[in-house]
C-alpha cells in the first residue's frame, strides 16, 4: 500500500543539537594552545572551566605524563594487532594493577566504555534473559543492548530510578526467562544523581534471577577505596553484578574498565569478547598514564585527592543554598544541574553565564523533557573556592535575569525543579496589551463569514467542517473517540484578527508517526492493554484533518507577540485539560514562528509530506496528458488508470444509507488495519453517517463492471476553489490484481475537474502516485513538547 515518509529520533535529535550550535551554546569551538584544566579560550576569551570530568585533576599529573612519553618511547605509538593473538606486557601490567584496585577481582581494559558495553553485553547476555534499562541509563548502554534484540532477548524500560516499577516487572516476568538483567549508571551524567544500592541489594536478595549491571563511569577516581567508584564502594561485584567503569573522567586517561567476580564470564569475554578481540588495543601512551593513574589510586594520595575534591563539593553545595538555586543534584556528586525550564532561557542563561567568562554545559532535549532543561556543570580539582564564590553569585544573578528577559515566572520555573523560590518577586514582562486572545469552545460561538475567510480554502475545516468533525469527536462511549476542541483568535485594537486556529485535546497515540516496524510491535501490546503508549495530547488541528491549520497576518507589525500570546495560553490549557504532551503541526519553515516554538521548548519533527495539486482544467484526457511533461508518468497514467477506467462504474453520492455506510467503513478499514505508516485510533463508526449529513461532504464509489462489486470509495470534502479527498477505503484483496488504489487516485483528479476546483489537496502518503498528476509534494514539520521522555524512549528502543 502508500509509504509515508517520516523522521526518526535521530532527525529530531540532529533539529536540536543543531539549533544549540547555531546558538553557540554547543559543540563550541576552543583555542587554547595548550590546556592547564583550569581555562578554556573561547572567542579569544579566557574562560573558568567548570565543564569537563577529569574530577581529580589527573591528566595534567606528573606521573601521568611522564609515563605515557616513557612507554611511547619503549613501544612505539601503537601496537597494531589483536588481543587474540598478543596482549603486550603493558596491557598485562594495567589489568594487574587494576585488579588490585578493585580487591583482586578480575578486569579487562577497553579503549572506551562503549567498546567496554558492546563487548560485555555482547557476550553475557542470552536469548532467554530479560534486560531492564533504566530509562536514564548511559546510550552506550542502550546501543548495545538493541542489538541484543536481534538474537532475541527481550528489552524493556523502566522510569528513571523507579524501583517500584522495576520490581512490578521482575514479578511480571520473572517465571519467563532464566536471567533478569537491571542496568543502571553509578552516577547520571546529566542530573548527577545516584541509585539507591540499598533498594538493588534488597531486591537482588529477594530475586535470585535479578543481575545488576552497571556503568560507574563518573563514579571512578572521586569515590570509594582506592577510587574504585561510588558502585564498587556500595555494593562490589559479584557472580550477578557487572560492573563497567571508565580509565577517563576521573581517572585521568583514555579507555574503558570491565570488572568481573565470576571467573567463567570474565573467560567467556576475555576469549572473544566483540571488539576487543578484532579491533585495536589501548596505545602504550595512554596505558602509559593509566599505568601511572592506577598506581596513584593504589597510594595514599587518592585520599587526598579526593578530600579535596570533597571540600570543594561541600563548599559548592553551601554556596547553592545559600544562593537559593535550583541544584537538582544529589549533593555526593560532584556533577551539578540548574535547572532553567525553557529552551529560551536555558539559552539566555548559559550566553550569560558564558559572557561572565565561566564556561559550563547545556542540558537540553533529548537527554531531559524539553521543557525542563537546564545548566550542567562539574567540580574538579582545577578549580578553586574563589572560583565557586564567583560561579555561584553569577548565576544566582543571572538566572532570575534570564527568566524575566524571557518573560517567565520565576516561582513556577522552581516549581517545575520542585524548589521553593525565596527571592524577591518577579513580575514577568507582560505581552503587549495591544492584542487581545479571544477563546471559544465550539465553532458555533464564532461568526461563520469570518472563520471562513480565514480557513475555508486551506482544508476540510471551514464553519460548517467544524460543525461535522465537532459531532463527529462527540458523545462517543470510548475514550479515544472523544475529544476538547479550542478555538482561539488573536485580534490587533482594531479587532483585526493576527491569528486564527484551533486545538483538540484527547487519547492519541505516542507512536502515531513512529517508523511503521515499531508501529506494529506496539500494536500488539495494545492487543491487551488498549492504551499502551498513549498520551492524553493538545494537538493543533484535529485527526480529521490536515493542512494548514494557522492562520497568521504575515503584514502584522504584532505577529510575534500575538504567537508568544497563543503559546502561552496553549501552556495554560494543557495544564486545564491534564495533557502530557502538546503539538503545533503541519508547519512550513517560518522565520518568525519557528524560532519563538523552538524558544519555548518544542522539538521540531518532520511530518509526512504533503500533497496539493493545482489543478489546470482539462476537457478530454489528451488534455490532461498533455499537461504531465514526464513520458514516463504519462506512460503508466494511460496504462494503469485511463485504459482501465472501462472495467469500472463510477458514482457520486452526497449521502448514503445505513447499508452502505457500514460498508464504506470496512473498505477504510481495511487499510486502516494493514497499515501502521501513520498510526492512529480509527475513526468513530458512525463517521459516515455523520458527514452524510453535510452538503460539503461527497462520496466516489467504485465497482468492477464484472461483477458489481464496490471495490474502492473515497469520501472527499468540497469547498469553493479546491477539493479534499480526506479518506480512501479499498478492497485490498484485489487492489493490486485491478490497481484499484492508482484507480481511485485517477477519479480524485477526474472529479476535482468536474466541479471546476483550482486546488485538489491529495493528503499524505503516495508520494509518487500524486507526483504523476503533477502534485507538489510539500515537507511539513510539527512542534512538539513532552512533559517527560519515558515513552519516547521506549519507542526509540523499539526501532531494532
Same mark, same amino acid.
Given at each position: 500500500?502508500?509509504?509515508?515518509?517520516?523522521?526518526?529520533?535521530?532527525?529530531?535529535?540532529?533539529?536540536?543539537?543543531?539549533?544549540?550550535?547555531?546558538?553557540?551554546?554547543?559543540?563550541?569551538?576552543?583555542?587554547?594552545?595548550?590546556?592547564?584544566?583550569?581555562?578554556?579560550?573561547?572567542?579569544?576569551?579566557?574562560?573558568?572551566?567548570?565543564?569537563?570530568?577529569?574530577?581529580?585533576?589527573?591528566?595534567?599529573?606528573?606521573?601521568?605524563?611522564?609515563?605515557?612519553?616513557?612507554?611511547?618511547?619503549?613501544?612505539?605509538?601503537?601496537?597494531?594487532?589483536?588481543?587474540?593473538?598478543?596482549?603486550?606486557?603493558?596491557?598485562?601490567?594495567?589489568?594487574?594493577?587494576?585488579?588490585?584496585?578493585?580487591?583482586?577481582?578480575?578486569?579487562?581494559?577497553?579503549?572506551?566504555?562503549?567498546?567496554?558495553?558492546?563487548?560485555?553485553?555482547?557476550?553475557?547476555?542470552?536469548?532467554?534473559?530479560?534486560?531492564?534499562?533504566?530509562?536514564?541509563?548511559?546510550?552506550?548502554?542502550?546501543?548495545?543492548?538493541?542489538?541484543?534484540?536481534?538474537?532475541?532477548?527481550?528489552?524493556?524500560?523502566?522510569?528513571?530510578?523507579?524501583?517500584? *516499577?522495576?520490581?512490578?516487572?521482575?514479578?511480571?516476568?520473572?517465571?519467563?526467562?532464566?536471567?533478569?538483567?537491571? *542496568?543502571?549508571?553509578?552516577?547520571?551524567?546529566?542530573?548527577? =544523581?545516584?541509585?539507591?544500592?540499598?533498594?538493588?541489594?534488597?531486591?537482588?536478595?529477594?530475586?535470585?534471577?535479578?543481575?545488576?549491571?552497571?556503568?560507574?563511569?563518573?563514579?571512578?577516581?572521586?569515590?570509594?577505596?582506592?577510587?574504585?567508584?561510588?558502585?564498587?564502594?556500595?555494593?562490589?561485584?559479584?557472580?550477578?553484578?557487572?560492573?563497567?567503569?571508565?580509565?577517563?573522567?576521573? +581517572?585521568?586517561?583514555?579507555?574503558?574498565?570491565?570488572?568481573?567476580?565470576?571467573?567463567?564470564?570474565?573467560?567467556?569475554v576475555d576469549i572473544f569478547g566483540g571488539p576487543l578481540s578484532y579491533s585495536h588495543p589501548l596505545s602504550p601512551s595512554n596505558v602509559g598514564a593509566a599505568i601511572a593513574s592506577a598506581k596513584i589510586h593504589l597510594s595514599n594520595d587518592i585520599i587526598i585527592y579526593q578530600n579535596e575534591l570533597r571540600e570543594l563539593m561541600d563548599f559548592m553545595n553551601l554556596r547553592l543554598i545559600e544562593k537559593n538555586l535550583p541544584n537538582i543534584s544529589s549533593p =555526593?556528586?560532584?556533577?551539578?544541574?540548574?535547572?532553567?525550564?525553557?529552551?529560551?532561557?536555558?539559552?539566555? +542563561?548559559?550566553?550569560?553565564?558564558?559572557?561572565?567568562?565561566?564556561?559550563?554545559?547545556?542540558?537540553?532535549?533529548?537527554?531531559?523533557?524539553?521543557?525542563?532543561?537546564?545548566?550542567?556543570?562539574?567540580?574538579?580539582?582545577?578549580?578553586?573556592?574563589?572560583?565557586?564564590?564567583?560561579?555561584?553569585?553569577?548565576?544566582?544573578?543571572?538566572?532570575?535575569?534570564?527568566?524575566?528577559?524571557?518573560?517567565?515566572?520565576?516561582?513556577?520555573?522552581?516549581?517545575? +525543579?520542585?524548589?521553593?523560590?525565596?527571592?524577591?518577586?518577579?513580575?514577568?514582562?507582560?505581552?503587549?496589551?495591544?492584542?487581545?486572545?479571544?477563546?471559544?469552545?465550539?465553532?458555533?460561538?464564532?461568526?461563520?463569514?469570518?472563520?471562513?475567510?480565514? *480557513?475555508?480554502?486551506?482544508?476540510?475545516?471551514?464553519?460548517?467542517?467544524?460543525?461535522?468533525?465537532?459531532?463527529?469527536?462527540?458523545?462517543?462511549?470510548?475514550?479515544?473517540?472523544?475529544?476538547?476542541?479550542?478555538?482561539?483568535?488573536?485580534?490587533?485594537?482594531?479587532?483585526?484578527?493576527?491569528?486564527?486556529?484551533?486545538?483538540?485535546?484527547?487519547?492519541?497515540?505516542?507512536?502515531?508517526?513512529?517508523?511503521?516496524?515499531?508501529?506494529?510491535?506496539?500494536?500488539?501490546?495494545?492487543?491487551?492493554?488498549?492504551?499502551?503508549?498513549?498520551?492524553?495530547?493538545?494537538? *493543533?488541528?484535529?485527526?480529521?484533518?490536515?493542512? =494548514?491549520?494557522?492562520?497568521?497576518?504575515?503584514?502584522?507589525?504584532?505577529?510575534?507577540?500575538?504567537?508568544?500570546?497563543?503559546?502561552?495560553?496553549?501552556?495554560?490549557?494543557?495544564?486545564?485539560?491534564?495533557?502530557?504532551?502538546?503539538?503545533?503541526?503541519?508547519?512550513?519553515?517560518?522565520?518568525?514562528?519557528?524560532?519563538?516554538?523552538?524558544?519555548?521548548?518544542?522539538?521540531?519533527?518532520?511530518?509526512?509530506?504533503?500533497?496539493?495539486?493545482?489543478?489546470?482544467?482539462?476537457?478530454?484526457?489528451?488534455?490532461?496528458?498533455?499537461?504531465?511533461?514526464?513520458?514516463?508518468?504519462?506512460?503508466?497514467?494511460?496504462?494503469?488508470?485511463?485504459?482501465?477506467?472501462?472495467?469500472?462504474?463510477?458514482?457520486?453520492?452526497?449521502?448514503?444509507?445505513?447499508?452502505?455506510?457500514?460498508?464504506?467503513?470496512?473498505?477504510?478499514?481495511? $487499510?486502516?488495519?494493514?497499515?501502521?505508516?501513520?498510526?492512529?485510533?480509527?475513526?468513530? =463508526?458512525?463517521?459516515?453517517?455523520?458527514?452524510?449529513?453535510?452538503?460539503?461532504?461527497?462520496?466516489?464509489?467504485?465497482?468492477?463492471?464484472a461483477s458489481n462489486e464496490i471495490v474502492g470509495c473515497v469520501w472527499s470534502f468540497k469547498e469553493e476553489n479546491h477539493y479534499s479527498p480526506m479518506v480512501v477505503g479499498i478492497n485490498t484483496d484485489n487492489n493490486e490484481k485491478h490497481h484499484t488504489y492508482k484507480q481511485l487516485v485517477f477519479q480524485i483528479i477526474k472529479r476535482a475537474n468536474m466541479l471546476n476546483k483550482k486546488r485538489v489537496f491529495c493528503g499524505l502518503s503516495a508520494d509518487f502516485?500524486?507526483?504523476?498528476?503533477?502534485?507538489?509534494?510539500?515537507?511539513?514539520?510539527?512542534?512538539?513538547?513532552?512533559?517527560?521522555?519515558?515513552?519516547?524512549?521506549? $519507542?526509540?528502543?523499539?526501532? $531494532?
Amino acid at each position: 500500500m502508500a509509504k509515508i515518509n517520516h523522521s526518526n529520533y535521530l532527525d529530531i535529535v540532529d533539529t536540536v543539537w543543531t539549533s544549540a550550535k547555531e546558538k553557540g551554546i554547543m559543540h563550541i569551538n576552543s583555542e587554547e594552545k595548550n590546556f592547564d584544566g583550569k581555562n578554556f579560550k573561547i572567542k579569544g576569551k579566557e574562560l573558568l572551566n567548570f565543564g569537563t570530568c577529569g574530577y581529580l585533576a589527573l591528566e595534567k599529573h606528573p606521573d601521568l605524563i611522564s609515563n605515557s612519553i616513557e612507554l611511547t618511547k619503549k613501544f612505539g605509538t601503537q601496537l597494531s594487532m589483536s588481543r587474540a593473538y598478543i596482549r603486550p606486557t603493558y596491557i598485562q601490567e594495567l589489568e594487574e594493577l587494576m585488579s588490585q584496585i578493585f580487591d583482586g577481582n578480575k578486569v579487562i581494559c577497553y579503549t572506551s566504555t562503549s567498546n567496554a558495553h558492546i563487548s560485555v553485553i555482547s557476550t553475557i547476555i542470552k536469548p532467554d534473559d530479560l534486560i531492564i534499562l533504566d530509562q536514564q541509563v548511559h546510550f552506550s548502554v542502550q546501543f548495545p543492548c538493541k542489538n541484543m534484540k536481534l538474537q532475541g532477548t527481550e528489552v524493556k524500560m523502566i522510569r528513571h530510578s523507579n524501583f517500584e *516499577m522495576l520490581e512490578e516487572m521482575i514479578k511480571e516476568n520473572y517465571n519467563k526467562y532464566n536471567r533478569i538483567w537491571y *542496568m543502571a549508571d553509578g552516577v547520571y551524567s546529566m542530573h548527577g =544523581d545516584l541509585p539507591d544500592t540499598t533498594i538493588l541489594k534488597s531486591l537482588s536478595e529477594k530475586y535470585p534471577k535479578l543481575h545488576l549491571y552497571f556503568d560507574d563511569a563518573h563514579g571512578m577516581g572521586w569515590g570509594g577505596k582506592n577510587g574504585a567508584g561510588y558502585i564498587y564502594d556500595r555494593i562490589g561485584v559479584n557472580d550477578r553484578i557487572v560492573l563497567i567503569s571508565t580509565l577517563a573522567k576521573g +581517572f585521568g586517561c583514555v579507555g574503558g574498565t570491565a570488572v568481573f567476580s565470576d571467573p567463567e564470564m570474565y573467560r567467556r569475554v576475555d576469549i572473544f569478547g566483540g571488539p576487543l578481540s578484532y579491533s585495536h588495543p589501548l596505545s602504550p601512551s595512554n596505558v602509559g598514564a593509566a599505568i601511572a593513574s592506577a598506581k596513584i589510586h593504589l597510594s595514599n594520595d587518592i585520599i587526598i585527592y579526593q578530600n579535596e575534591l570533597r571540600e570543594l563539593m561541600d563548599f559548592m553545595n553551601l554556596r547553592l543554598i545559600e544562593k537559593n538555586l535550583p541544584n537538582i543534584s544529589s549533593p =555526593d556528586s560532584p556533577i551539578y544541574f540548574i535547572g532553567s525550564g525553557l529552551n529560551k532561557v536555558t539559552r539566555n +542563561f548559559v550566553h550569560r553565564v558564558l559572557n561572565e567568562g565561566i564556561y559550563v554545559n547545556t542540558a537540553t532535549f533529548p537527554v531531559v523533557p524539553n521543557d525542563k532543561s537546564g545548566l550542567r556543570f562539574t567540580i574538579t580539582r582545577h578549580n578553586t573556592k574563589k572560583d565557586i564564590e564567583l560561579f555561584t553569585d553569577l548565576m544566582a544573578y543571572h538566572l532570575p535575569k534570564a527568566i524575566e528577559e524571557e518573560r517567565e515566572d520565576i516561582k513556577e520555573v522552581y516549581q517545575i +525543579f520542585n524548589v521553593e523560590y525565596k527571592g524577591e518577586k518577579i513580575t514577568p514582562k507582560k505581552i503587549d496589551k495591544k492584542i487581545v486572545l479571544e477563546e471559544y469552545n465550539t465553532i458555533s460561538e464564532i461568526n461563520k463569514e469570518e472563520w471562513n475567510n480565514l *480557513m475555508a480554502e486551506r482544508g476540510n475545516w471551514s464553519h460548517s467542517g467544524m460543525l461535522c468533525i465537532e459531532e463527529l469527536y462527540k458523545n462517543n462511549d470510548k475514550v479515544e473517540e472523544t475529544f476538547d476542541f479550542h478555538y482561539f483568535i488573536i485580534r490587533d485594537n482594531e479587532n483585526n484578527p493576527i491569528i486564527a486556529t484551533h486545538f483538540t485535546s484527547g487519547i492519541i497515540k505516542d507512536d502515531m508517526l513512529a517508523l511503521e516496524n515499531i508501529s506494529k510491535q506496539i500494536e500488539e501490546v495494545r492487543k491487551v492493554n488498549p492504551y499502551y503508549l498513549c498520551s492524553r495530547t493538545l494537538i *493543533m488541528g484535529n485527526l480529521f484533518a490536515e493542512g =494548514d491549520f494557522l492562520y497568521t497576518n504575515s503584514e502584522s507589525p504584532l505577529l510575534k507577540n500575538a504567537m508568544e500570546l497563543l503559546v502561552k495560553r496553549i501552556e495554560e490549557v494543557k495544564k486545564e485539560v491534564n495533557a502530557k504532551v502538546i503539538m503545533f503541526r503541519d508547519f512550513n519553515e517560518d522565520k518568525v514562528i519557528n524560532p519563538i516554538l523552538e524558544n519555548h521548548g518544542y522539538v521540531k519533527n518532520q511530518l509526512p509530506n504533503t500533497n496539493i495539486i493545482s489543478n489546470k482544467l482539462w476537457n478530454n484526457y489528451d488534455e490532461l496528458l498533455n499537461q504531465i511533461q514526464s513520458k514516463k508518468n504519462r506512460y503508466h497514467i494511460r496504462k494503469h488508470a485511463i485504459n482501465l477506467e472501462s472495467n469500472f462504474e463510477v458514482e457520486y453520492f452526497d449521502s448514503i444509507d445505513l447499508e452502505k455506510s457500514k460498508l464504506y467503513h470496512k473498505l477504510f478499514l481495511n $487499510i486502516k488495519n494493514n497499515s501502521y505508516a501513520y498510526n492512529f485510533f480509527a475513526f468513530p =463508526d458512525k463517521i459516515t453517517s455523520i458527514i452524510s449529513k453535510y452538503p460539503e461532504w461527497e462520496f466516489i464509489e467504485l465497482r468492477l463492471k464484472a461483477s458489481n462489486e464496490i471495490v474502492g470509495c473515497v469520501w472527499s470534502f468540497k469547498e469553493e476553489n479546491h477539493y479534499s479527498p480526506m479518506v480512501v477505503g479499498i478492497n485490498t484483496d484485489n487492489n493490486e490484481k485491478h490497481h484499484t488504489y492508482k484507480q481511485l487516485v485517477f477519479q480524485i483528479i477526474k472529479r476535482a475537474n468536474m466541479l471546476n476546483k483550482k486546488r485538489v489537496f491529495c493528503g499524505l502518503s503516495a508520494d509518487f502516485e500524486k507526483q504523476k498528476y503533477k502534485a507538489n509534494t510539500i515537507s511539513k514539520f510539527a512542534y512538539s513538547k513532552f512533559d517527560d521522555t519515558f515513552n519516547l524512549e521506549i $519507542i526509540e528502543s523499539l526501532s $531494532i
